[in-house]
Nanobody, 115 residues
Framework: QVQVAESGGGLVQPGGSLRLSCAAS????????MGWYRQAPGKQRELVAI???????NYADSVKGRFTISRDNAKATVYLQMNSLKSEDTAVYYC?????????WGQGTQVTVSS
């Protein structure tokens, strides 16, 4: 089964940009639906964006127009481009690979938006 690992988090000022990466290994990446989730302190984990096997995307209302999810099947990697970041985007961001009833989560990467 696939394993995933996130990278690219950090500290950024409001209005800035970051690109998160999620590298997959261990299985056929192109067969998996990939998603980005986030969890802020004291809050439940929430869906940020998802990209299907066919490349269709869906976003949380709070990030529409600011975040873009994409995948590179040749590199077995999914990306989350985050623009116009706000303080409320501060969270640990997790990558998830899903196929049928199977799901694999990464360890998460911290994104902090602060001046």
């Amino acid at each position: 089964q696939v394993q995933v690992a996130e990278s690219g988090g950090g500290l950024v000022q409001p209005g800035g940009s970051l690109r998160l990466s999620c590298a997959a290994s261990g299985s056929i990446f192109s067969l998996y639906v990939m998603g980005w989730y986030r969890q802020a302190p004291g809050k439940q984990r929430e869906l940020v964006a998802i990209i299907t096997v066919g490349g269709s995307t869906n976003y949380a209302d709070s990030v529409k127009g600011r975040f873009t999810i994409s995948r590179d099947n040749a590199k077995a990697t999914v990306y989350l481009q985050m623009n116009s970041l706000k303080s409320e985007d501060t969270a640990v961001y997790y990558c998830k690979a899903a196929r049928g009833q199977f799901a694999s989560w990464g360890q998460g990467t911290q994104v902090t938006v602060s001046s």
